[in-house]
């Protein structure tokens, strides 16, 4: 597809929630030793359809664009050229119909975490006693109450983790934009923080677009992968996870297996079909 500037809406049916068009980003770097400014390109020509109350997965290899693409979904980043419209209307910059869950903790430090649980209903302008309603009901949902007049510094990462979700939640935003949100915690809290986030989003009926460096995370959580490649930031391959609903104890079923085999290789820049993979299996199993 050729890399144009296109004004025009693309033709989407109802249940698209987010579109991005033909999505180009390019970096102006300067050389160190040459000192000239030579042009790098970080995402190349990715499209991309959401669809409403879809939980979709990003997995790429580091530098492939994932943050780029997701800051751009925020509206904190603007694309070289290429649209992305929510709901038809173009993206243009950050608005409370799009909650954020960042790499790293990014709570107020200053503020309680019913503080900062409020935050985006403070700039919303929501009535103080209704505040702390919606605020009591999103720390209840992510399992902290209890914890309300705490600070950061006094939770574990997990619970800060919590404490960001219950605050991209509260003001209930549209889309929730998730990039690594479970990287920095254990791997029992991680699984833990899994679990209550499918809990979250059946109940919510959020539209998720989430990127981590788990092949298992994203086979989890997903109802589709997005599997990118990088130099330049592309789109490899997009995998429909049709495993059934709820997860508990999916993990160990042999779809699992296959689903994170075909993954893996795909990020190993060799791919195998689904029906090599059953092949591949089923010679192995003839051969014990
Ligand atoms: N302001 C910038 N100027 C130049 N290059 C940049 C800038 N911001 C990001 N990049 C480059 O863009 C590429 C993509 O970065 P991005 O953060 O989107 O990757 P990512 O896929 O999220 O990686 P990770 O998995 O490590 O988080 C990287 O090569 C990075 O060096
Ligand atoms: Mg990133």
Not at 163 to 174: G, Q, W
Request: aromatic letters at 6%; charged letters at 25%; a negative charge.
């Amino acid at each position: 597809m050729a890399d144009s500037t296109n004004d025009a809406v693309p033709a989407s049916s109802e249940y698209d929630k987010i579109i991005a068009v033909n999505i180009n980003r390019i970096y102006k770097v300067r050389q160190h030793d040459t000192e000239e400014l030579t042009e790098f390109q970080v995402l190349k020509n990715v499209n991309l359809t959401v669809k409403k109350e879809e939980f979709l997965v990003i997995v790429g290899p580091s530098g492939c664009g994932k943050s780029t693409f997701l800051d751009m979904v925020a509206g904190l980043a603007q694309p070289t050229s290429g649209e992305i419209y929510m709901d038809k209307k173009l993206i243009t910059g950050p608005a409370l119909d799009r909650g954020i869950v960042l790499q790293g903790y990014a709570l107020f430090p200053w503020r309680s975490v019913r503080k900062n649980v409020e935050f985006g209903l403070e700039i919303k302008n929501v009535p103080k006693k209704e505040r702390a309603e919606i605020s009591q009901r999103f720390i209840d949902l992510v399992n902290l109450n209890g914890f309300e007049d705490r600070y950061p510094h006094e939770l574990s990462g997990g619970m800060k983790q919590r404490v960001a979700i219950a605050r991209a939640l509260a003001y209930d935003p549209e889309v929730l934009l998730m990039d690594e949100p479970f990287a920095a915690v254990d791997a029992q809290t991680r699984e833990v923080l899994q679990g209550e986030l499918l809990r979250i989003w059946e109940k919510t009926k959020k539209t998720i677009v989430f990127v981590t460096h788990s092949i298992d995370e994203a086979i989890f959580l997903a109802d589709r992968v997005v599997v990118m490649a990088s130099n330049p930031g592309t789109i490899k391959d997009i995998i429909q996870i049709e495993l059934p609903r709820p997860r508990d104890g999916i993990r160990a079923s042999t779809e699992f297996g296959k689903l994170r085999q075909e993954i893996w290789q795909l990020l190993q820049g060799q791919h195998i079909s689904t029906e090599e993979l059953q092949t591949n299996e089923n010679l192995h199993n003839e051969a014990v």
